[in-house]
């Protein structure tokens, strides 16, 4: 068996930023009030024009040259959204077209803001068996599209951006050393949008009554994403047979400050300066907000060899997810 590792990874985020004093203009908020409750400073919202197929080939296009990879070598692409360019083709397909890689498998999933973890896990069983040599795994997000922005509960909450990682059984880079999934459809609607499938078809009514908004019970998905993303992350370290203690750093899903703050104080043995935070600068980015803060983690250069950092997800459906990674130089298998 091979052991997948991420050999390489991007980032898209557009130019536009939007501040709390942007929305205290749009709805009845505060600045105090949406950094006292999710630690939210600013997000990035895409143009009227930019779509995420467009955000995740960014993204996929930076991942690649990073480490000069040629595009013919991607076996693979995956793609994670909740906001795809359509509902068929898939929008791996568009990102693909965007990219001219040729020939390259590609399909979407869709597990919420547990997208990213998802889709690691099904790239590292492709790598990890041999069916493929290099599958590049993409996040994207415009929630900006889904989001009703006359509702002050859930509008201070998501951004816009996308993330990209290649995985691939050579190199130096992060191996993925264990993962864990989750789910709960019982749950399913506490965090959803009602429009748009099957069962609400777009109709006037649908648009009017606005189902094509995310609905969100705030107070609920929380205390299921503390208690989930904790035991995801714990249940990881067992299947790894790793300690807490060996973790360097944890990089939680960003969907709220008061969430990654209570994970920390589960993880006593690790430093509050170890848990890696972005939320204040994009918000929640769903699927990409993993992504997202892994890239910059790794480009500060504060990782070291055989370091351990632990991903911990939670999103809507309910899905949850963890993987240890553990960063390995040299092509030593």
């Known amino acids: 068996m091979k052991k997948s590792r991420i050999i390489a990874t991007g980032v898209y985020l557009p130019e536009k930023v939007l501040t709390n004093a942007d929305l205290e203009k749009m709805v009845d908020t505060s600045d105090e009030w949406i950094v006292s409750r999710t630690g939210m400073k600013e997000r990035r919202i895409a143009r009227d024009d930019e779509y995420t197929s467009d955000m995740g080939a960014i993204a996929a296009e930076r991942c690649l040259e990073s480490i000069d990879m040629p595009k013919d070598k991607v076996d693979c692409i995956i793609t994670a959204t909740l906001t795809p360019d359509y509902t068929f083709p898939s929008t791996a397909c568009l990102i693909q077209n965007k990219l001219k890689v040729k020939g390259a498998a590609c399909f979407d999933i869709q597990a919420a803001c547990t997208g990213f973890i998802y889709a690691l896990s099904i790239a590292k069983a492709y790598v990890d068996s041999g069916t493929y040599k290099n599958v590049l795994v993409v996040t994207s997000e415009k929630l900006s599209s889904i989001v009703d922005y006359t509702d002050r509960s859930t509008c201070v909450l998501?951004?816009?951006?996308?993330?990209?990682?290649?995985?691939?059984?050579?190199?130096?880079?992060?191996?993925?050393?264990?993962?864990?999934?989750?789910?709960?459809?019982?749950?399913?609607?506490?965090?959803?949008?009602?429009?748009?499938?099957?069962?609400?078809?777009?109709?006037h009514e649908t648009v009017e009554g606005g189902l094509h908004f995310l609905k969100m019970s705030g107070n609920e998905v929380f205390k299921h994403a503390v208690r989930r993303m904790e035991s995801a992350a714990k249940e990881c370290l067992e299947i790894a047979k790793i300690n807490e203690k060996?973790?360097?750093?944890?990089?939680?899903?960003?969907?709220?400050?008061?969430?990654?703050?209570?994970?920390?104080?589960?993880?006593?043995?690790?430093?509050?300066?170890?848990?890696?935070?972005?939320?204040?600068?994009?918000?929640?980015?769903?699927?990409?907000?993993?992504?997202?803060?892994?890239?910059?983690?790794?480009?500060?250069?504060?990782?070291?060899?055989?370091?351990?950092?632990?991903?911990?997800?939670?999103g809507s459906g309910f899905t949850w997810g963890a993987s240890i990674l553990t960063y390995k130089k040299g092509n030593v298998s």
Not at 176 to 201: H, K
Not at 267 to 289: M, Q, W
């Open 158 to 203: 998501f951004g816009d951006g996308a993330s990209a990682v290649l995985v691939s059984a050579e190199g130096d880079g992060l191996e993925v050393t264990s993962i864990c999934l989750g789910a709960d459809g019982e749950q399913a609607d506490l965090l959803y949008m009602p429009g748009g499938g099957c069962r609400n078809p777009a109709s």
């Open 246 to 314: 060996d973790v360097s750093w944890i990089v939680p899903h960003q969907a709220n400050v008061r969430i990654i703050d209570a994970i920390a104080k589960r993880f006593e043995h690790l430093p509050a300066d170890r848990i890696y935070k972005t939320v204040h600068k994009y918000g929640n980015t769903s699927c990409s907000s993993v992504g997202l803060a892994l890239d910059e983690l790794m480009k500060e250069g504060n990782v070291s060899n055989n370091e351990h950092l632990l991903l911990t997800a939670f």
